[in-house]
């Protein structure tokens, strides 16, 4: 289930509650929320950036970047890169 942020339409009108982003649990065909639970005013959901945490949020290993194609490349110097995956040359450099 995903998370929902919601707001009062006039956050110095609304309560505590909902004059600061609230964070509420919904399934996902759940309706809106409407109204602050509270006091009643008003609210409307915030977009937020999805959280993508999990399997595929971190490098590649140098077989996975090899396989899909990539050439991946490891600092070893200032502006010299040498190539630990993939095809292209064995050394960059800035020079």
């Known amino acids: 289930m995903p998370f929902y942020e919601y707001i009062s339409t006039e956050p110095q009108a ?3 509650y909902c004059s600061q982003p609230v964070t509420i649990l919904q399934k996902m065909d759940d309706p ?3 109204k602050c639970p509270y ?3 008003p609210v409307r959901r915030l977009i ?3 959280n993508l945490a ?3 949020s971190r490098a590649p290993t140098a077989g996975e970047a ?6 991946q490349y490891r600092k070893i110097g200032k502006g010299v890169y040498e190539k630990s995956a993939g095809k292209g040359p064995d050394i960059i450099s800035s020079d």
């Open 66 to 71: 090899e396989k899909a194609g990539f050439t």
């Open 32 to 34: 809106l929320m409407r």
């Open 54 to 56: 999990g399997q595929n």
């Open 48 to 50: 937020s950036p999805p």
């Open 39 to 41: 006091c009643g005013h």
């Open 14 to 16: 609304g309560c505590d």
